[in-house]
């Protein structure tokens, strides 16, 4: 099993519509967790933190559940801009440990 | 506030040439720094990361090696390059210590010939 799996897409969504992502991961032990944005042929931008409480930035939902170890990602409103490829991101599970592990990514593409 | 930054921007170089990709952050101190590849269509797969001047913790045996002479300098080499070093070369930084969010440079894309 992969350390963190996203479904690869790519997901076509309609301009103003909601879309939403998951991301699982293997490590029961893993503290933090991250969702990032990467624009073709650029670098990975950090989104947002996900927080046990779920957490909330403007358009952006995130949300972790630590008991089936997924965490989503929701877009309401989706704008032409949102187009990208989204990274679900975990760390490695021992305090002390540097080191983050990243998903393959999803594909988004917002349809005008 | 903090930036990051790596240069060339893009390079092109012949199998068996060396190489020498250079990182820098300002803005902070005694940064966790990283370096990663991604292959095209492929996802991140972290190479070296360093804790502190000196110190180099690498992931992936390869004909890769860093170096990180300054609290804020990490630099990617190799002796001799392979084609399947060719991809998309990302330095990275957190404020350390674990955990922290990550963040990355502008990268280098490296085409070995």
């Known amino acids: 099993r992969k350390e963190v799996e996203q479904d690869p897409g790519p997901f076509n969504v309609p301009e103003g519509a909601t879309v939403a992502f998951n991301c699982t991961y293997s490590n029961s032990a893993s503290q933090s967790f991250f969702w990032y944005r990467q624009d073709c042929r650029k670098e990975p931008k950090l989104l947002m933190s996900?927080?046990?409480s779920g957490n909330e930035d403007g358009r952006f939902t995130a949300q972790l559940n630590r008991a089936s170890q997924y965490i989503s990602l929701l877009i309401r409103d989706s704008k032409l801009s949102d187009s990208a490829t989204y990274l679900c991101?975990?760390?490695?599970?021992?305090?002390?440990?540097?080191?983050?592990?990243f998903g393959t990514g999803t594909r988004l593409t917002i349809i005008p | 506030s903090q930036t990051i930054h790596q240069w060339p921007a893009t390079l092109v170089q012949p199998v068996g040439s060396p190489l020498s990709l250079e990182c820098t952050v300002e803005?902070?101190?005694?940064?966790?720094l990283y370096w990663y590849r991604q292959a095209a269509g492929r996802g991140l797969q972290l190479l070296f990361y360093s804790v502190g001047i000196g110190q180099i913790s690498s992931e992936v045996p390869q004909n890769l090696s860093a170096s990180r002479p300054q609290d804020r300098q990490f630099i990617l080499s190799s002796k001799k390059l392979l084609l399947s070093d060719s991809g998309f070369y990302l330095c990275a930084w957190s404020p350390g210590p674990s955990p922290h969010e990550q963040y990355f440079g502008p990268g280098t894309r490296l085409t070995v010939t």
């Open positions: 803005g902070t101190s005694n940064p966790n």
């Open positions: 991101v975990v760390n490695a599970g021992n305090f002390g440990n540097e080191k983050l592990t």
């Open positions: 996900v927080y046990s």
